[in-house]
């Protein structure tokens, strides 16, 4: 695999498919699928994406995980400002940001780094270099953090709440999403496009934004999915965890007892779209969950309190609507790491050639 990535072609693919260049929908296999006109399905799909329902597919970038397996969340004090804002958007570490309060807090952040002492130097340097607002009188970051280790992630697929989406949808509670009327067909593209169904990666496409042949680029994209730096094309939710319009619901539980039955049942459950251990107090797990109403989930929280009444002891909810999403850019913080990457071969190139 380093090999690979020492590959300055390898890395330019890359940011290419993890971008969604070169990623297109094969309508008439859709169409096809569900017995549809074609003009019916390109119709449908131009209005889930210009409506916010789903974004256009590209390549998971799985590989981020191992570069950057210090997965962080953590509740932040900051004068939100301009200067804060902007920050917030444009740092290369930062995967989600919510609008939140919390006693002094005012900041969620999801962040990936590469270890405890860069996410430590990466805080002191945000604040040395005046990248954040801060309250008068600190020179430092008031914050509360949850520390994870991709390793101890149990289930991480985005794509699980859609089973919600389309039950609450078929239910009736909820015709229309982001204004747009929703039907069968809807749902049926949608299940598609999250699975990665109809999605194909035009190697032609790719081949002449690179100047190579096409056949390389086939080659080359076959041996990236083969050593899971990328996984195959799917379209995600904006939201990434939950579907438009829904609740996001961190959770913090302490399980005692039968922990591999608790474990299973709860990474079974379609609500769940993120779960790993972790060490926070009394509590050993953290799941992030989608509902479209807060009555749901309190239903939800009753439903597994009950059923593992022996088992789970505490449970600790934030509770982040459509509204408090600041930032969330599923994609950015990987782009960022590939144009890091391929920054460091230039200079290596560079330093190569200069030694000859």
Known sequence: MPGLLDDPLNVEILKLVCA?????????????????HRNTVSSRLHNLF?????????????????????????????????NTNKWIELDPFIWAAFF???????????????????????????????????????????????FI?????????????????????QAGYHSKINELEIDDTDLNLLDALLQGKGVWTNANTLAK???IHRRTVQRRLKLLLKERIIT?????????????QYFMVLS?????????RIQNAVAADPHVSFLAKTTVGRYNYLSVAG??????????????????????GAMKNVYLSPAMTFSIHQQYVALTFLDQLANRLRGKKIIDALHR
């Open 149 to 169: 280790d991709t390793r101890a992630i149990i289930k991480y697929d985005p794509s699980s709440a859609f089973h919600v989406f389309k039950e609450n949808q």
């Open 100 to 146: 939140f309060r919390d006693e002094e807090y005012n900041t969620l952040l999801v962040e990936l780094h590469e270890d405890l002492f860069h996410y430590q130097t990466w805080k002191d340097r945000i604040v040395d270099e005046g990248h954040v607002s801060i309250k008068q009188g600190r020179d430092y970051i008031h914050s509360e953090a949850i």
């Open 232 to 244: 195959p094309a799917v379209s995600r939710f904006p939201r990434v965890w939950v579907p438009p």
């Open 252 to 260: 913090l539980l302490e399980i005692n007892t039968h922990k591999d």
């Open 20 to 36: 969604g260049e070169g990623v297109e929908i094969n309508v008439s296999e859709l169409a096809e699928s569900f017995r549809k």
């Open 209 to 211: 934004k690179l100047g």
């Open 50 to 82: 210009e409506h916010g329902i789903i974004d256009k597919p590209f390549h998971p970038l799985p590989l981020l995980f191992n570069q950057n397996p210090f997965l962080v969340v953590e509740k932040c004090e900051f004068t939100r400002d301009m």
């Open 291 to 312: 509902f479209y109403r807060m009555e749901d989930h309190l239903t939800w929280e009753e439903e597994y309190g009950q059923r593992f009444s022996d088992s789970i």
